[in-house]
Structure formats: C-alpha cells, structure tokens
C-alpha cells in the first residue's frame, strides 16, 4: 500500500486533502440550508424545496459545459477561476437575509460546483496511472466522508440552522484551496500532461457522441434516479426531521445522522469496494439504487432513533456502492480525449438533485410530517425506478467488451 501511495501524483494528493477540507466546511453549512430558511426566514416546504433545488439544477445546465471547456482550453485554468469564485459565492450566502439573495447564491453555488468538481476528477484521471486510479478515486471519496464525519457537528454547534457565519469560514478554507491550487500548478508544470487540445470534441460533435452512446445513455437515466434518491437525504429528510411530531430536537438529530453517513462510509468502503471490484461495474450501482430506496422507504416507517439510525446505515452502504464505482465506470467507459467531456455530462444526472428537493417539498405541504408513509413510499419508488436502465447499460456494456476483445484478438 506505500509503495503505491508513493507514486500517486503531489498535485492529486493537493486535490484529495482540498477536497476533505472543502467537504467539512461546507458540511458545516449547506445541509443546513433547509433548515435555516424554514426557521428564521419561515419559507414554506415548496419555497425551500426550490431555493434548495436551483444549486442542482444550475450544476445540470452548465456541468457539462464545464468538463468540455476543461478538454478544450486545460484544467488548470478552469479550476482555479472556478474554485476562487466559489470562494465569493459562500460570502454572499453569509452576507444573505432574503429569500431572494439564498435563491441566486445557491444557483451560483450550483455553478461552481458543477465546473470544478468533473474538472478535478478529469485532472486526477489524467495525472494517475491505471493500476492507481481505483486507489485515488477511492482516496478522494473517503476524504469527501472524512470532510463531513466532523462537519455536521461543528456547524450544529456554531448555529448553522440559525446562522450564517458558518459561510464565511467556508469562503475562507476555499480562498486558501485555490492557493495551494495556484502554487501546485506552478510547481508541477513541468510533470503535468498536455490537454488534448488537438483532438477535443467541439461541442455540437460531443453531445452527439455521448448522446448516442449506447451503455452512457442508460447509464446517465439510470443514475439519475440514483442521484434522485440521495438528493432527498440532505433537503427532505433535514425538513422531515425538523417539523416531525415523533422526533425531539430534529435539527440535532440530523447533524448526527450525517455524521453516523460518514462515518460508516469510512468503515465500510475499503471493505465494499474489494469485495465489489472485481464485478461487472455496473452490479454495485444496481445493488447500491436498491438499497437506497429500501432505506428511503425505512425512514417513512420508522417511529423511533434506532429504526432511523439503520436506515442511516443501509443508505450509506448504497451510496458508497454507487458513487466509488461511477467514475471508475466513466472512466472505463470514455476515451482519453473525451474524459472531461464524459465526467461533465454525467453531471446532467443531478437534475434528480433538482428533482429531490421541489418533490419532497409537495409531499411534505401536501401529506405533512407527521405522515412519513405517504412522504417516502412514492420517493423510495421513484429512486427504484433507476434499476432497469442500469441493467440494459449493464448487458450492452457485456456485449461492447466481448466484441472490444474479439476485435482485438482478430488483429
């Protein structure tokens, strides 16, 4: 395991540990979110479901813009522009106290996000070698965890249901990323690879290609309910808890929650992953949707901590079954001058963030919190509806292989 450390990339370890520091900070403050404009700015269900929703959907229209540019003019400058300007948006989210102002934060935040996170993960694929890529990609989702084990928790104690200061300690910890960013970039320049500038899709040529990609395709529809169904743990179920009659002190429960999310990722992903790695990529997503929708509908009948906390549990094993495996999926998937292109238009699967949101938000004003049932059982289904897409990707992807190997051996 060393030796294999030793030969991961400086700028890559640069990536990891920024993003196990960007997760806790703004885990201190975003989950919050639904919270805080219930509370004190006393928005409706629906209200908060769309301000909530708008991050996603402005990630969706520009995600994969923002991995095609990364193709086309280099990481390097996508990343740093992106990430400082992040960096502003969490100042503006502190400095907020209307409705209106959180909306255009939010949307903004969405943007950032949606630019530099596929950047970043097209970065690491082209600085890693292929025997290390599982490693760094896994490295970079436990560090996600690490980030959020401890964040939760310190933004419950700093108020974050009832503040924004935690905002501003998050544009500091970014503004401080994009430094070590800028001064990695300098000092790695020389060990970094060429952007595939020659050969990058043009826009028009790289929707047509993903678009008619015959595993991507179903892949892309599949994970969107995926996505659909972890979208709803962070926006319906912080409302759920914070207005249910069965459970005491709901915004205090939900910070621990998140944190029990993180902490079972880092005990049990290492395990998980070995023992799902050496089956069809697609089977861990298939296995993962089903286990969050089982947990999904378990948060609708449970009466009490223990029932929840497993819930809790199940969803994480699904999460880490998903989301370790998608960028190796992606990865193995597309070719080495379209792979910001792939990982920014897998980001048109957020739009079930968007969905997520805006539908708990309904079935909460419609069905209140007081009846989990009828709030969950249509969001566990509809995150199930995920499975048959990923199994026809799954048997195409069987098929492109074979005739990839056969073709291989002919030659």
């Known amino acids: 395991m060393k030796q294999y450390l030793r030969q991961i990339h400086p700028l890559a370890w640069t990536i990891i540990i920024g993003t196990m520091f960007g997760r806790l900070v703004t885990s201190m403050s975003i989950p919050f979110l639904s919270i805080y404009l219930t509370r004190v700015l006393e928005a409706t269900p629906t209200q908060t479901g769309i301000t909530v929703a708008v991050s996603s959907l402005a990630g969706v229209m520009v995600s994969f813009y923002g991995g095609y540019i990364s193709d086309r003019i280099g990481r390097k400058i996508v990343m740093l522009i992106s990430v400082f300007s992040w960096a502003g948006v969490f100042f503006i989210f502190s400095a907020a106290e209307h409705l209106w102002v959180f909306f255009v934060a939010n949307t903004l935040n969405g943007l950032c996000r949606a630019v530099f996170e596929p950047t970043s993960r097209a970065l690491l694929s082209d600085i890693t070698s292929?025997?290390?890529k599982l490693l760094v990609f896994n490295l970079r989702y436990a560090a996600v965890n690490l980030g959020v084990v401890f964040g939760p928790i310190i933004g419950f104690q700093l108020g974050s249901s009832e503040s924004t200061f935690p905002f501003v300690i998050s544009g500091l910890i970014y503004i401080?990323?994009?430094?070590?960013?800028?001064l990695q970039f300098k000092i790695q320049h020389a060990n970094l690879p060429e952007r595939h500038q020659a050969t990058a899709p043009r826009l028009r040529e790289a929707l047509i290609t993903t678009g008619r990609d015959r595993v991507f395709l179903p892949v892309l529809i599949g994970t969107t309910f995926c996505v659909l169904g972890y979208g709803h743990f962070s926006s319906t179920l912080a409302q759920y808890l914070a207005r249910s009659p069965i459970f005491e002190n709901g915004s205090q429960m939900f910070s621990y929650m998140l944190s029990l999310n993180a902490v079972t990722v880092l005990i049990i992903q290492y395990p998980l992953v070995?023992?799902?790695?050496?089956?069809?990529?697609?089977?861990?997503?298939?296995?993962?949707?089903?286990?969050?929708?089982?947990?999904?509908?378990?948060?609708?009948?449970?009466?009490?901590?223990l029932m929840m906390m497993m819930s809790v549990i199940l969803f994480?094993?699904?999460?880490?079954?998903?989301?370790?495996?998608?960028?190796?999926?992606?990865?193995?998937?597309?070719?080495?001058?379209?792979?910001?292109?792939?990982?920014?238009t897998i980001g048109f699967n957020n739009i079930g963030s968007v969905i997520a949101p805006v539908m708990g938000g309904v079935l909460l004003s419609q069905f209140g919190a007081e009846n989990g049932l009828a709030v969950f059982v249509p969001i566990a289904l509809t995150t199930a509806l995920g499975v048959p897409f990923l199994l026809i990707a799954h048997r195409r992807l069987v098929v492109r292989e074979k005739q990839t190997e056969s073709t291989s051996l002919s030659m």
């Open 176 to 182: 401080a990323y994009g430094l070590v960013l800028f």
């Open 130 to 132: 292929p025997e290390n």
């Open 316 to 344: 994480t094993i699904g999460e880490v079954l998903l989301f370790t495996m998608m960028d190796m999926l992606i990865d193995r998937i597309a070719k080495p001058e379209w792979k910001g292109t792939y990982f920014g």
């Open 274 to 305: 070995r023992t799902f790695r050496n089956f069809p990529p697609l089977v861990p997503l298939i296995v993962g949707n089903l286990l969050v929708a089982t947990s999904l509908m378990m948060v609708g009948i449970a009466e009490g901590v």
